[in-house]
């Protein structure tokens, strides 16, 4: 409770901040009498917060999160069936280390946004081209931390299964890839950060007709010239990402190093 109350305290005043230097609270009293930003180029967080309201309310926004969502699970359950397989290829084979998880190694430091150009030119203003971009923003972050984790799991593990009967793919299924799940789970929590944003940067480009998702509404809001618009949206694909980290993989994963005695405390 401590901790939570300290992070809304903090949260509380940078939104204080900013509404003083908007001048969003004159009519109190409180703030410069002439705003230190122009409301044009940063909007007070009344008007922010009106049009979030606004659109809830009438749901645009939670029909355009709907979109945004469905397109980002199928393209990182996609990443995840192909890339946890292929790690596992990686840590147990030199050769497809030495090929494939190089390339991996290359294509995990290329930025997202890099494949949005070759996605619209090979699937057109489609789907398949959001879809894309990012399974391939998923696929090289789940790949390598599954090759990292099985490669860390300590050989002991496999030599005792190995003792006890246990064959070569009975101890890659049930003692290995168990062994590494809090570093494969680490890795997917990194990969969906990145196919969160490269799904951001997709929707901004490619305009779906009839699927129009979150990154687009921000497309919008820049196109309009409406601030107020994109920092609303902006604020809704901070707390989506917040969400998802505090809700569904830290728990997994401080669980997960506890069970197997990984964690540093």
């Not at 390339?103 to 150009?117: F, H, N, Y």
């Not at 969160?196 to 997709?202: E, Q, V, Y």
């Not at 990402?241 to 669980?255: N, Q, R, T």
Request: aromatic share 12%; with cysteine; hydrophobic share 55%.
């Amino acid at each position: 409770m401590k901790r939570f109350l300290i992070t809304l305290l903090f949260f509380a005043f940078l939104i204080l901040v900013w509404a003083i230097l908007t001048g969003d609270l004159l009519f109190m009293g409180i703030g410069p009498e002439e705003p230190v930003w122009n409301p044009y180029v940063l909007p007070p967080p009344g008007v922010v917060a009106q049009y979030l309201w606004d659109n809830i309310v009438n749901f645009k926004i939670i029909n355009a999160m709907v979109v945004t969502l469905k397109r980002l699970m199928i393209g990182y359950a996609i990443g995840l069936i192909l890339g946890v397989p292929l790690g596992m290829l990686s840590a147990r084979f030199r050769a497809v280390n030495d090929t494939l998880g190089v390339l991996a190694l290359g294509l995990q430091a290329l930025p997202s946004v890099c494949w949005v150009p070759l996605a619209c030119i090979w699937f057109g203003q489609t789907e398949a081209a959001l879809l894309f971009v990012v399974i391939m923003g998923t696929l090289w972050s789940v790949l390598l931390s599954t090759q990292n984790g099985m490669k860390n799991v300590p050989p002991i593990y496999a030599r005792a299964a190995r003792t006890m009967g246990s064959g070569s793919l009975h101890t890659l299924i049930f003692v290995t890839l168990p062994a590494s799940a809090p570093f494969v789970v680490s890795g997917m929590k990194q990969g969906w950060a990145f196919a969160w944003r490269s799904l951001m940067a997709a929707e901004i480009y490619v305009s779906v007709v009839g699927g129009f998702g979150i990154g687009q509404y921000l497309h919008f809001g820049r196109e309009l010239q409406r601030m107020y618009q994109v920092i609303g949206i902006m604020f809704i694909i901070i707390i989506v990402g917040l969400l998802a980290d505090k809700l569904l993989f830290s728990p997994v994963e401080s669980w997960l190093h506890r069970r197997w005695g990984t964690n540093k405390e």
